[in-house]
């Protein structure tokens, strides 16, 4: 009996790995098909989902799955060797694609170093999910912006929980911020033309790491001629977060401003100490606004002499 299981357990594995196929630069994936019939085709704009693992370790490198779905127009002349696009002409949309990806064939391709990460001789795993295609930019440009709204409202929500949780009083800025005002200050509010002289400290607001630091200028006792950071609102030099929140303090103001990623450092973030898709929470003192420089001369076409 124990050789008939131990048979049946080998011809089971050997069945799961047949599903997958070998792709012409070393990639192996499976494919498991939609409802559609349809194979996606060059010039098409695609959104997917994509995730890469490296499965020795448990870790996830980078997923869209459950927030921003990816997007890019599909080039058939210019499809990436050694990744999922490798085969994404087999693909329609509703197909799920699992692929494996050698650490020594990026590498001789120079798409990766060996290091710590991806060690010779190791393997990322990916999957890809193919949700729809668009005809045009301008279409698949507005899905982008919903998507990008929906995922600002879900960090919110969170963000929200959050304050609630630590009994705070709070403003919820539809725009984008949580605001927590312990103080407001004066009447004379950090408003776009203004220029706020802030002490700050920032620090990861939910996740495994909540609380985490990541930035400072309030440590007066490492540093006793520590200035505060000016920042000129309304000129987009800060996080959108901040631009947001800081209407709300006048000089003297104190709080803390919740932000979510998607007005802060989004799916990108601010490697290594900010990760992707990180909520933060900032502690502010405003001590000072004033009037902001005018705004840059623009410059002046010169026209063509005839």
């Not at 800025?173 to 103080?183: E, Q, R, S, Y």
């Amino acid at each position: 009996m124990r050789n008939i299981l131990g048979f049946l357990a080998a011809a089971l594995l050997l069945a799961s790995c047949s599903q997958y196929e070998k792709a012409p630069s070393g990639m192996v994936y499976k494919i498991t098909h939609g409802s559609s019939k349809e194979k996606l085709k060059h010039g098409q704009f695609v959104k997917f989902n994509i995730s890469f693992a490296i499965p020795e370790k448990d870790t996830v490198l980078n997923s869209s799955f459950g927030k921003v779905p990816a997007y890019f127009m599909i080039d058939s002349g210019r499809l990436t060797k050694h990744n999922f696009t490798e085969i994404l002409m087999l693909c329609a949309v509703g197909d799920v694609v699992d692929f494996k990806l050698s650490n020594d064939t990026l590498k001789n391709m120079g798409a990766i170093e060996y290091n710590a990460t991806f060690p010779k001789g190791g393997m990322i795993t990916g999957k890809a999910e193919f949700i729809k295609v668009f005809a045009t930019e301008a279409e698949m440009m507005a899905d982008y912006q919903k998507e990008v709204l929906a995922q600002r409202d879900r960090e919110m929500d969170a963000l929200v929980k959050v304050a609630e949780k630590k009994g705070e009083k709070y403003i919820k800025d539809t725009a984008g911020v949580v605001v927590v005002l312990k103080t407001a200050g004066d009447t004379t509010k950090a408003v776009a033309g203004k220029t706020a002289s802030v002490f700050y400290k920032g620090y990861l607001a939910d996740g495994k790491d909540a609380g985490k630091e990541f930035d400072s200028n309030m440590s007066k006792e490492k540093n006793p001629n520590q200035q505060p950071y000016d920042v000129n609102v309304g000129t987009g030099s800060v996080i959108r977060g901040w631009e947001l929140a800081l209407k709300y303090f006048g000089k003297g103001g104190k709080g803390t401003i919740y932000v979510p990623s998607m007005n802060a450092y989004g799916p990108q973030g601010s490697p290594p100490v900010i990760p992707a898709y990180s909520n933060l929470a900032f502690d502010i003192e405003v001590t000072d606004v004033k009037q902001g420089p005018p705004p840059a001369p623009q410059a002046i076409p010169v026209l063509p002499r005839n």
